[in-house]
């Protein structure tokens, strides 16, 4: 049940970016005989809503053509990322699906020096090269409508927002939308905002998720948006926790 006290919102999209992504890998598939397809996540699927919603995709595609792919997850850091990906190509297989791909310096030249291979990368709209298909996501929209419901459902008009660094378009996209929609239902509420700022590890530190959640708490932030990956799945819990000791 949904209450005033106590709804923490860490929002993500499964039926949309499945639904496109599922879209995007038939068209590049075109025959399943031909495909051998990769996916390489940051982080585990199940800790991750937006890994969770490109595992969807995946499964539709599945299910759709027959054509299996190999799924792999790994840390938050280009010393296992890249290497990963590397093995991938080295193996044969294509389309490889990238997620949060703007995170690494080494990708564009990795591309450029594989043209055989096909790169889906999501979230990234900014690549123009022939064997590459990226998109991103009206990110904002969806953001709108958590800031409206923070607003209305925050006794203290105290909302929370974390987000990794304000260097990825995609996070401000989040920021600018969730903002919005609090001032669109009520003009006082405050937007207590947070930010993880940029390091190696910066998509899976836990106890800094979780140190964030309790600064805010006592800061008295009712309802939170957490737009940081892996982060989320650690701060909105820790949040809840902490609101609960304070009760």
Same mark, same amino acid.
């Given at each position: ?6 709804t923490?919102f860490?929002?993500?999209f499964p ?17 399943p005989?031909?495909?051998k ?9 199940k ?7 490109i ?5 539709k595609i599945?299910?759709?053509?027959g ?6 997850e790994?840390?938050?850091n280009a ?13 044969g ?13 080494e ?14 990368l999501?979230d990234?709209g900014?690549?123009d ?14 953001? =709108?409508? /958590? *800031? ?7 006794k203290?008009?105290? $909302?929370?927002? &974390?987000? +990794?660094?304000?260097k990825?378009?995609?996070l401000?996209? =989040?920021? /600018? *939308? ?6 669109a239902?009520?003009?006082? $509420?405050?937007? &207590?905002e +947070? ?10 530190? /836990?106890?800094?998720s ?20 892996f982060e989320g799945?650690?701060?909105?819990p ?10």
């Amino acid at each position: 049940m949904l209450t005033r006290q106590n709804t923490l919102f860490q929002l993500h999209f499964p039926v949309v970016k499945g639904f496109w992504l599922f879209l995007t890998m038939c068209f590049l598939i075109g025959s399943p005989g031909w495909a051998k397809p990769a996916v390489v996540y940051i982080g585990k699927v199940k800790d991750n809503p937006y890994n969770q919603s490109i595992h969807i995709g995946i499964q539709k595609i599945e299910q759709k053509t027959g054509c299996h792919s190999l799924e792999i997850e790994t840390p938050s850091n280009a010393f296992k990322y890249i290497p990963t990906l590397l093995q991938c190509i080295s193996e044969g297989y294509s389309p490889i699906i990238l997620s949060y791909s703007h995170q690494f310096r080494e990708l564009m030249e990795i591309i450029d020096n594989h043209k055989e291979t096909n790169f889906i990368l999501l979230d990234n709209g900014e690549v123009d090269k022939a064997n590459v298909y990226s998109f991103v996501f009206e990110d904002q929209e969806g953001s =709108f409508m /958590a *800031g409206a419901l923070a607003a209305l459902m925050s006794k203290s008009k105290i $909302v929370g927002f &974390l987000y +990794t660094s304000g260097k990825y378009p995609v996070l401000l996209r =989040f920021r /600018a *939308g969730y903002i919005h929609g609090c001032q669109a239902v009520d003009p006082t $509420v405050k937007v &207590l905002e +947070t930010q993880l700022e940029d390091y190696p590890e910066i998509w899976g530190d /836990a106890a800094k998720s979780r140190k964030l959640a309790a600064d805010m708490i006592s800061r008295g932030q009712m309802s939170c948006f957490a737009a940081a990956g892996f982060e989320g799945c650690c701060y909105c819990p820790a949040t809840y926790k902490n609101r609960q000791k304070r009760c």
